[in-house]
């Protein structure tokens, strides 16, 4: 116990922001409202898959996977994921990547060895939540404070729908909003300009019952071409993750 108690100290001082690493296959950003105990409660999480890879190892434990806090995973966007602006079809006004610039993308697509991140509100009750949901993207956090974060849609070599955009919030669907039905799960493509550690702040609201304004917001990590160190102080930091529940 005194050994697993100074790891997480030492994991915790080097860097707080970096937890369990989630590198692969299926996962979710997803929003709950549930009992838990203390009164229903409207939360943001990530709920991964029995399969997802989280520090070397399937999660497992339960067919529909396990649900972990926000802070306590971070999200690898391994080497395999670059691309070159001017191969892809993504407009530059969104990803703020200049033609020949390299750009990291966890593909909207399920390829193995990625993590294949949606976003979903399949846990909400369309009769409590009959409006639907409302995601926004807030603060960014880049590797060196102007790097540009984007996420979008892509059917084959149609033009890109861009949901959020460090770079141009003007050119997306909704200002750096994404509407969602209850009970929807989707998945779209994450873009990031630059290698390095990432902070993506996401809001969520929705109307409970059609008259209470519910929120919740939480800080997403993603770790771009992660280095051997970074592996170690994921390991570090899974020590102590809880998972939130199942």
Same mark, same amino acid.
């Given at each position: 116990?005194?050994?697993?108690?100074? !790891?997480?100290?030492?994991?915790?001082?080097?860097? %707080?922001?970096?937890?369990?690493?989630?590198?692969?296959?299926? +996962?979710?950003?997803?929003? *709950?409202?549930?009992?838990?105990?203390?009164?229903?409660?409207?939360?943001?999480?990530?709920?991964?898959?029995? $399969? @997802?890879?989280?520090?070397?190892?399937?999660?497992?434990? @339960? =067919?529909?996977?396990?649900?972990?806090? %926000?802070?306590?995973? /971070?999200?690898?966007?391994?080497?395999?994921?670059?691309?070159?602006?001017?191969?892809? /079809?993504?407009?530059?006004? +969104?990803?703020?990547? @200049?033609? +020949?610039?390299?750009?990291?993308?966890? =593909?909207?697509?399920?390829?193995?060895?990625? =993590?294949?991140?949606?976003?979903?509100?399949?846990?909400?009750? *369309?009769? !409590?939540?009959?409006?639907?949901?409302?995601?926004?993207?807030?603060?960014?956090?880049?590797?060196?404070?102007?790097?540009?974060?984007?996420?979008?849609?892509?059917?084959?070599?149609?033009?890109?729908?861009?949901?959020?955009?460090?770079?141009?919030? #003007?050119? /997306?669907?909704?200002? $750096?909003?994404?509407?969602?039905?209850?009970?929807?799960?989707?998945?779209? $493509?994450?873009?990031?300009?630059?290698? +390095?550690?990432?902070?993506?702040?996401?809001?969520?609201? @929705?109307?409970?019952?059609?008259?209470? !304004?519910?929120?919740?917001?939480? /800080?997403?990590?993603?770790?771009?071409? =992660?280095?051997?160190?970074?592996? !170690?102080?994921?390991?570090?930091?899974?020590? #102590?993750?809880?998972?939130?529940?199942?």
């Amino acid at each position: 116990m005194r050994i697993k108690a100074s !790891l997480l100290i030492i994991g915790s001082l080097i860097n %707080p922001s970096i937890a369990a690493l989630y590198s692969a296959d299926h +996962g979710d950003i997803g929003i *709950a409202y549930e009992d838990e105990g203390d009164g229903p409660e409207f939360f943001l999480h990530y709920h991964l898959g029995e $399969n @997802a890879i989280l520090d070397g190892s399937p999660v497992g434990n @339960a =067919p529909d996977g396990e649900e972990f806090e %926000p802070g306590d995973i /971070t999200t690898v966007v391994p080497a395999s994921t670059q691309a070159t602006m001017g191969s892809t /079809t993504v407009l530059n006004t +969104g990803t703020g990547v @200049a033609d +020949g610039s390299p750009i990291w993308i966890l =593909p909207q697509g399920d390829n193995p060895g990625v =993590p294949f991140l949606g976003i979903a509100a399949e846990e909400l009750d *369309a009769s !409590l939540f009959p409006g639907g949901v409302t995601f926004s993207l807030g603060s960014v956090t880049s590797p060196s404070g102007s790097g540009h974060f984007s996420l979008w849609q892509q059917s084959g070599i149609s033009t890109p729908e861009f949901f959020f955009s460090t770079n141009s919030p #003007g050119d /997306t669907t909704a200002g $750096n909003e994404l509407n969602m039905n209850s009970g929807a799960h989707d998945h779209f $493509n994450y873009g990031f300009s630059e290698p +390095g550690m990432w902070e993506v702040e996401l809001s969520v609201s @929705a109307m409970l019952n059609g008259t209470d !304004l519910l929120t919740d917001t939480e /800080t997403f990590s993603f770790q771009v071409v =992660p280095e051997p160190s970074t592996a !170690l102080l994921g390991a570090l930091g899974a020590l #102590g993750l809880l998972r939130r529940r199942r």
